[in-house]
């Protein structure tokens, strides 16, 4: 199932639209993506967090 409600991160406010009616800013979705065992790109992500904490 889809999730359809999004949050506006400007005025902290759920709609079901693109864009927030009380402020106009750009919604997004307020959960994270759905874990995955067959997660193709875990390999790189955690490349990367490893390389931002400078431990490479």
Do not use: I, N, Q, V
Not at 14 to 39: F, I, Q, V
Not at 41 to 51: A, F
Request: hydrophobic share 25%.
């Amino acid at each position: 199932m889809k999730t359809l409600l999004r949050k506006c991160p400007a005025c902290r406010g759920y709609t079901l639209m693109e864009r927030c009616p009380k402020c106009g800013g750009t919604t997004l979705m307020p959960m994270p993506a759905k874990y995955s065992p067959e997660d193709r790109y875990g390999e790189y992500r955690r490349r990367l967090k490893k390389e931002m904490s400078g431990e490479a």
